[in-house]
């Protein structure tokens, strides 16, 4: 018994830490939030009840009408109207409802443009037609994220005793490259540099097993891949084309300016 759990390797090969990282500290950091903190708060959550609007929109746009649905696009946009209402509008009496400074803020801060839908919902007409910067950066991550999830499966098969399927994988994970934008173009010639050789071998068996030199090869490439996708470090504006007016809106709400100082400020 002893024999066996001395040969048998290890689940996870755990790395050595070279340092120690400094833990942050918040003790003297307000228990109370400060005005700042409310408005930087209020913007994150405006951002993520238009996400919710423009998602139940756009599966009415694709499936139609459902009761469901339908439902929850009512009861998120009463909510952020309920919520903008409570936490930031200025002026009750002339705009008791929110409603108008909710759309000058949206248009001042370019909210338009990344929540086309979400704008129609909410009275304002559409400014970007066909389309969105938000939805075309969210289909790219997407396109990423498929990425990362084959290149972690890859290193998983890669500890089966069958490797017949490994070629038809890097296959699939060269179109996820090719999708996945600029930044992973530089592995597409590590791909092709090997997959010959990869498809000759798994296909000269009915349970090839990998050499010791592919599967280095295929672990070195899928864990650089997954390296550049999840630590890069780039900042959102360069993470895909379109992410430029979400990252500017996220830069601006952080700042903790009150709605006016931001719709001055646009």
Known sequence: ??????????????????????????????????????????????????????????????????????????KTVAHLYNFEQENGNPNRTEDPTGRVLLQRYMIRTGLVEMFPKSSEHLGIDPIVPGGSFLEGHLRQMASVNQLVSIALQLQNDLRLPNHKFIAHQVALLYQCINQAGQAFMQFKARVEEQFNALKEFCNESEEPYLTSMLQTWLTDLTTDIVTEALFSGRPMSQQTPQAAPLSDYINRVSSGNNWDEQIEAS
């Open 1 to 74: 018994m002893m024999t066996k759990l001395l040969e048998t390797p290890p689940l996870i090969n755990i790395t050595p830490l070279t340092q120690i990282h400094e833990v942050p500290i918040h003790i003297h950091n307000p228990i109370h939030p400060t005005s700042a903190n409310k408005h930087k708060r209020l913007g994150l959550q405006i951002l993520n009840e238009l996400s919710r609007i423009e998602m139940f929109a756009m599966r009415i746009e694709a499936v139609g009408k459902q009761n469901d649905v339908e439902a929850e696009l009512t």
